[in-house]
């Protein structure tokens, strides 16, 4: 299995650009996470499906970002307009559901400038 | 205050110390607890993971949950330079939203 698969590594943007960030989650996995990590905040859970149903949105910062999840092997985090203060590295993650152990992408690094 | 406290480090160890790394949290609904190890510019991959109170021992590395105190641990014993990471703990109540700490950065110096 090639583990999570996120695209694209790295994203250099403009303030006030739209930036879509994607996941292919492990086959099979039903449960998807996408997180944001900094430095001053760590690693912070913006949002999570289970079955490709949105169920706890509450860490999405703010109403620029959304996430959709339109299929099982396919999710995007969506943020538009971006501002500096968007730029992380941004985590997907996929688990079975009730598992503890999530599989985490290699990452999105973001900067905004 | 945050759900979980974790003391960022650095920390610095020469090779063969014990390493002591840990966490607080306020949350007293938390029943499964794990640690992540993360490489840089990696993803955090789960190391351990505990349910309630109690060690647990896997080779060089023992965790610990002390739910009346809110305070888990994490030891490595004889630490190697492979060891050096970041390493997280995360938490959870019943629910499927895990709470991370901010990670606290270890060198094991050869």
């Known amino acids: 299995d090639a583990g999570v698969i996120q695209s694209p590594r790295h994203e250099v943007t403009e303030m006030g650009q739209e930036v879509t960030l994607r996941c292919k989650p492990i086959s099979g996995h039903n449960s998807l996470f996408w997180y944001r990590q900094t430095m001053m905040r760590g690693l912070e859970l913006l949002i999570y499906f289970n079955n490709n149903v949105p169920i706890d949105d509450s860490g999405m910062p703010e109403d620029r970002f959304s996430a959709k999840m339109p299929n099982a092997s396919f999710s995007t985090l969506k943020i538009q307009p971006s501002e500096p203060r968007d730029s992380a590295v941004y985590f997907c993650?996929?688990?079975?559901?009730?598992?503890?152990?999530?599989?985490f992408g290699p990452g999105t690094r973001l900067t905004v400038t | 205050q945050k759900e979980v406290e974790q003391d960022p480090g650095p920390l610095s160890v020469p090779e063969g110390a014990i390493v002591s790394l840990n966490c607080t949290y306020s949350?007293?609904?938390?029943?499964?607890f794990m640690w992540y190890r993360q490489y840089s510019r990696k993803g955090p991959e789960l190391l351990m993971y505990t349910y309630s109170s109690g060690n647990k021992e896997d080779g060089r590395f023992t965790a610990q949950v002390d739910k009346s105190s809110k305070y888990i641990s994490l030891f490595i014993r004889d630490s190697q330079p492979s060891d050096s990471a970041t390493y997280l703990c995360?938490?959870?109540?019943?629910?499927?939203?895990?709470?991370f700490g901010t990670g606290t950065s270890l060198t094991v110096i050869p």
């Open positions: 949350n007293s609904a938390f029943q499964y």
């Open positions: 995360a938490m959870r109540s019943t629910g499927n939203q895990f709470y």
């Open positions: 993650a996929s688990s079975f559901a009730g598992n503890d152990e999530q599989y």
